[in-house]
């Protein structure tokens, strides 16, 4: 077999975040893939159901859930246009481990697992950035844990706002407009009760961190200080 | 040249070994260095610039916040990679501190000799794939245990993860290095005078035995029970 010398100047796996780029490499799977939409508040896959592909977010937002033995719910993640999710299915995941609703109007890929699989042994391209999604996302979710081990709820409240304003805390920001969400959903994200949420809502409210008009306007800079330095 | 493969699955989280095989044809860029016990890999804030594979014995993965508490994330053994957030285009520090817990036989791979190997070395980059995905199902496993379980329960279960150190994933009962308080305490995320209390109380109810001063039996299968019937 003739192989091909291919010099590539190697730099870092792409550094992933929002890169439509994914978008353009998925398109050369012909076989096995979907495209579905959603509207607001319907699951694309509940915990228990059997894990048979991998989703990719093009346009909405999607809210990753947990539900443990005794009926409490966590929320993992909230991925939104460029990401992917369940792609536990992937390895040994047989079963959905988690339950995945719209929390807005969206369009999804799905992508079979053997498609999705064969691609990647293809696709030199797509392998390189499923696998600098799938760092950078371990990194956020060890410093999720690191979050929820050293602070307080007050803080994590303040620092998934950031997180939904798409916010790093070193980025300069503008501020940003999100949809409301309940107060039971932000209990979920923060490992707390809705009564602790309502409180420091009210509390970020009255410091002027945050304003409800229709939308939620996250100040960002404000509440950056507080994560930082409060 | 059309060539066609039996696409089954990418191979399950026991493909450290065909890590190991693969890592072999790296050349250039490759150390294997030999540590004492408690020797820094690396620390948080320094340059990141190379990515880590355990040959032999083991490592404490942890984290400091800035105000001085500290938080271990994973601890590692044989076939376990570290450091491997410097494969990712932003993040040039450290985020964590890495130190072996007893005298270790570790890989050094140059962060531009590992990204160079998964370009010629397409299996490589698929087994490194399916260690990654494994390792954010675990940290999602991780973050669902701090935001649902009390700290008993975590300590419990902190202590079966560390009896399934080796391959097997039978429910023996094992005896493993005794650890201190201190780090059982930031593993799981509470100070060391809860732990001290949970761990009296798990040996009086027979799921864990002192043997001498250096080990610690783990009954597995009495843990799991009083995990499962909580």
């Excluded at chain 2, 732990?195 to 864990?208: A, E, Q, V």
Aim: hydrophobic letters at 45%; one cysteine or more; aromatic letters at 6%.
């Amino acid at each position: 077999m003739a192989v091909m010398a291919k010099r590539k100047e190697v730099a870092t796996v792409k550094s992933a975040g929002v890169d439509p780029y994914v978008a353009s490499l998925l398109k050369k799977i012909t076989v096995g893939k979907q495209e579905i939409r959603f509207r607001k508040g319907q699951k694309i896959f509940s915990q228990g159901d059997s894990a048979d592909s991998v989703y990719f977010i093009q346009a909405g937002r999607v809210k990753i859930s947990v539900v443990s033995a005794s009926g409490k719910e966590a929320v993992l993640a909230m991925p939104g246009p460029h990401d992917f999710f369940g792609e536990g299915s992937l390895v040994n995941q047989s079963l959905r481990i988690s339950t995945a609703e719209t929390l807005e109007a969206s369009t999804v890929f799905r992508i079979e697992k053997r498609a999705m699989i064969r691609s990647l042994h293809e696709q030199s391209e797509l392998s390189e950035k499923f696998m600098a999604l799938l760092l950078t996302r371990n990194l956020d979710l060890e410093e999720d844990l690191c979050d929820q081990l050293f602070n307080h709820s007050e803080k994590r409240l303040a620092r998934v706002l950031l997180k939904l304003a798409r916010l790093r805390t070193h980025d300069v920001a503008l501020d940003a407009n999100v949809p409301v969400l309940s107060h039971e959903t932000l209990a979920e994200m923060v490992g707390t009760t809705r009564s602790r949420i309502t409180h420091f809502m009210n509390k970020f409210r009255t410091m002027g961190l945050i304003e409800y008009n229709g939308e939620l306007t996250i100040r960002t800079e404000l509440l950056t200080d507080l994560v930082l330095h409060g | 040249m059309q060539t066609t493969r039996k696409v089954a699955a990418l191979k399950s989280a026991k493909n450290g070994s065909a890590l190991e095989r693969l890592l072999e044809s790296i050349v250039d860029g490759k150390d294997l260095l030999n540590f004492r016990k408690g020797a820094k890999l690396f620390s948080q804030g320094a340059e990141a610039d190379a990515i880590y594979f355990i040959r032999k014995g083991k490592v404490k993965v942890a984290v400091a916040s800035s105000h001085g508490k500290n938080a271990v994330l994973a601890l590692l053994g044989p076939r376990d990679f570290f450091g491997e957030g410097c494969l990712v285009g932003g993040a040039s520090a450290r985020t964590s501190t890495a130190t072996t817990l007893e005298p270790s036989a570790i890989f050094r791979i140059e962060k531009r000799a590992m990204l160079r190997a998964f370009q010629t070395q397409p299996a490589l980059a698929e087994t490194f794939l399916t260690a990654v995905l494994a390792r954010s199902v675990k940290l999602e496993e991780d973050l669902c245990d701090q935001i649902f379980n009390h700290s008993e329960k975590r300590l419990a279960r902190v202590l079966l993860k560390l009896s399934r150190f080796g391959p097997h994933d039978k429910l023996a009962d094992i005896t493993v290095p005794r650890m201190n308080q201190v780090t059982l305490a930031e593993i799981v995320g509470t100070t060391r005078s809860r732990i001290s209390f949970f761990m009296t109380k798990f040996r009086k109810l027979g799921l864990i035995q002192y043997n001498g001063n250096t080990d610690i039996i783990i009954m597995a299968e009495a843990l799991t029970n009083s995990i499962l019937r909580d």
